[in-house]
């Protein structure tokens, strides 16, 4: 294994900076963890129309259509 460069070492750490300042700003408006399955049910309330379950850990459901066709179903959001 190649010996790490202290220039890349350093490009590295300001990224991660970056990269956390992005999720806090990110955490600010989505309110849960900032992984992609929560921004994904973040994403979809707001496209769909989805009422997203306050609870994260409910098994199979993340929410409920508000709207259209398919008002009052639940959903299972999933980012890949």
Known sequence: MAAIE???LERVAELVHE???IDEKIH????????HGHIG???AGGVFDLAINDNASTPGV?????????AGATVNVKWY
């Open 62 to 70: 993340d929410g409920v259509f508000l709207s259209g066709e398919l």
């Open 19 to 21: 990269r956390n300042m």
């Open 6 to 8: 202290r220039s890349d």
């Open 41 to 43: 049910e973040y994403i």
């Open 28 to 35: 600010a408006i989505v309110r849960r963890a900032v992984v």
